[in-house]
């Protein structure tokens, strides 16, 4: 069962990214306050840069400080488990549509280059692999190496 990631508004990046890698992550926006925020939390980790916040949280928390990306990836999908790539903007589970079935009106190029496509069911938006998924995919893979060569026993 996975783990919801909980992020603070510094965090953006790494929420979305952690949204397409496959990870359930809310994100809060920068306008609520640390009690505001403490108070949202139900079970699940919390990833913040912001160290007297997570002193302060009732659940687990992760200190981002030093952290670099692939380490953030790392440990998110060893504490809170990760699914099917969810939307970087709203954090649905997305559909995968193959071409064919594509029912969007889409640029030519696109449409004969691409095969697999993705549908968020809630911001109604279709992504495709371009060359920023190609980008991600890369982070993702060392993220997935580091994952089978180490395991999770070292998560801090
Ligand atoms: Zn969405």
Redesign the pocket.
């Known amino acids: 069962m996975a783990v919801k990631c909980y992020a603070d508004a510094m965090l953006g990046k790494f929420a979305r990214l952690a949204r397409v890698y496959g990870i359930d992550m809310e994100y809060f926006p920068s306008t609520l306050s640390d009690n505001e925020i403490l108070g949202m939390l139900k079970g699940g980790i919390l990833f913040t840069s912001d160290q007297e916040l997570c002193q302060r949280s009732p659940v687990g928390c992760v200190y981002t400080a030093q952290l670099d990306m692939v380490e953030l990836l790392y440990r998110a999908a060893c504490l809170c488990g990760k699914g099917p790539s969810r939307?970087?903007?709203?954090?649905?589970e997305?559909y995968i549509l193959p071409g064919e079935s594509a029912f969007f009106p889409l640029p030519p190029k696109v449409k004969a280059y691409h095969q697999d496509f993705f549908y968020?069911?809630?911001?109604k938006?279709l992504y495709w692999k371009g060359s920023h998924w190609a980008r991600m995919l890369k982070l993702f893979k060392e993220v997935d190496s580091k994952l089978e060569s180490e395991g999770c026993h070292n998560r801090g």
């Open positions: 939307c970087a903007y709203c954090n649905k997305l968020c069911p809630q911001c938006k």
